[in-house]
C-alpha cells in the first residue's frame, strides 16, 4: 500500500511540472502571437544608443532584468543592470542621457521605479517598458511598451511570477538576438566577450595559440641530418619540419622516422632522405578545437602540428599548447 501511494504521488508531481511547462509554454506563444512593430520600434532606440541599455525592475522582474543585461552585454550591446530600489539614493547618477532605460514591471505600478521613470523624462532618456497591464502607469510612461497579454501563472494561486517573468526572460533574448543579427554579431566577436569560459574556448583559433618565427622548427631537405637533429633538440617540439625548394612544406621528421632510419646510416643522410611526406597540417584560421581532433585521428595520433599558409609553414601547435589554452 504505501509502495502504491508513493507511486501516486510521483504521477501526481510529474503532472504538476508538465502543466507548468504547458502554462509557460502558453504564455509564450500568446505573446509571440501578438507581437507587432512596437518590437521593432524598440529595437531601433536600442541600436541608435551612444550609451549602454539600463535594465531595472524590483523582485522577480529585478532577476529577470539582471538576467537580459547580462544576456545583452555578452552578445554584443552594451548594457547594465541597475537596483530599481538603489536607484533613488545615488544610483540614478549610473544612468546617462546616452543610454537607454529598459524596465520591467508586472504590475505596472512598481513604486520603485517612479524615480527611475522621472529620471528619464527629465534629462530626456528614451524609456522601454515591459509589463503586465496595458494602461498600467509604465505602460504610458514609456517610449514604447512591450505589453505581455493575459497569461495564467503557472503557480495553482495565480500569484507567484513564473509564466509572466519566463515570457520577460523570452522577450529579453529575443531584443539581445535581433540586436546580435542586426549587428553581424560573430564568433569572433563572441571569443573576444568570453575570453575565460568554455564557450569563448570553443572560438579560439590555431593562431592563437601556435608558435610562430624562431621558434618553428624547420630545415630544408637539404641539410645534413647532424644539423636537422640539433634543430630538432633546439626546439624542443619533439619534430622537425622539412622545405622543399620553393619554402613550403614538404614532409616532417618524428622520433619515428629516427628510428626507422637508424640502421640506414641516418647521420650520413640528408632530411629529405629520412623524411615522412605529406604530414598532418592545419591552417592559422582553424579553430584550435578542431585542430586538436586532427591531432587526436585514429590513424596515426600526433603531437604536434605544423600551420601552414598557402603551402608555407607559418608556426606549430602543440597538444601543450591546447592544454594551457584549455581546449583538451
Excluded: W
Excluded at 524615480?115 to 497591464?133: E, F, Q, W, Y
Excluded at 554579431?185 to 593562431?207: I, M
Amino acid at each position: 500500500m504505501a509502495s502504491d501511494l508513493k507511486e501516486t504521488t510521483k504521477l501526481s508531481d510529474l503532472e504538476v511540472a508538465r502543466n507548468v511547462f504547458k502554462d509557460e509554454a502558453a504564455g509564450l506563444m500568446k505573446f509571440a502571437d501578438v507581437l507587432d512593430e512596437s518590437f521593432v520600434k524598440a529595437l531601433d532606440i536600442m541600436a541608435s544608443a551612444t550609451g549602454r541599455v539600463i535594465i531595472s525592475g524590483m523582485g522577480k522582474s529585478g532577476h529577470i532584468a539582471n538576467k537580459i543585461a547580462a544576456t545583452l552585454a555578452s552578445t554584443g550591446t552594451p548594457a547594465q543592470y541597475v537596483n530599481a530600489g538603489e536607484a533613488s539614493h545615488g544610483d540614478l547618477g549610473m544612468i546617462t542621457k546616452q543610454d537607454v532605460l529598459l524596465a520591467l514591471s508586472n504590475s505596472g505600478e512598481t513604486p520603485e521605479l517612479s524615480d527611475m521613470v522621472a529620471h528619464t523624462k527629465i534629462n530626456g532618456i528614451p524609456l522601454i517598458s515591459i509589463t503586465g497591464r496595458a494602461g498600467s502607469s509604465l505602460d504610458k510612461a514609456g517610449d514604447v511598451s512591450l505589453v505581455l497579454p493575459n497569461v495564467k501563472e503557472a503557480c495553482p494561486l495565480n500569484l507567484a511570477p513564473t509564466t509572466s517573468t519566463t515570457v520577460m526572460l523570452a522577450i529579453g533574448d529575443a531584443l539581445a538576438v535581433a540586436l546580435l543579427e542586426r549587428q553581424g554579431f560573430s564568433p569572433e566577436n563572441f571569443n573576444a566577450l568570453h575570453p575565460g569560459g568554455q564557450l569563448g574556448r570553443r572560438f579560439v583559433k590555431v593562431s592563437d595559440v601556435m608558435h610562430r618565427g624562431d621558434a618553428v622548427p624547420l630545415v630544408d631537405a637539404a641539410t645534413p641530418m647532424p644539423d636537422t637533429l640539433l634543430i630538432m633538440t633546439q626546439k624542443s617540439f619533439g619534430c622537425v619540419g622539412i622545405t622543399d625548394d620553393n619554402g613550403d612544406l614538404a614532409g616532417i621528421i618524428t622520433d619515428g622516422d629516427l628510428r626507422r632510419h637508424m640502421d640506414k646510416g641516418l647521420l650520413n643522410q640528408l632530411a629529405g632522405d629520412v623524411m615522412t611526406g605529406a604530414p598532418k597540417t592545419t591552417e592559422p584560421n582553424e579553430l584550435a578545437a578542431a585542430a586538436l581532433k586532427l591531432m587526436n585521428g585514429p590513424e596515426r595520433p600526433v603531437t604536434a602540428l605544423f600551420v601552414v599558409e598557402n603551402g608555407k609553414p607559418a608556426g606549430i601547435l602543440h597538444i601543450h599548447d591546447l592544454l594551457r589554452a584549455g581546449i583538451v
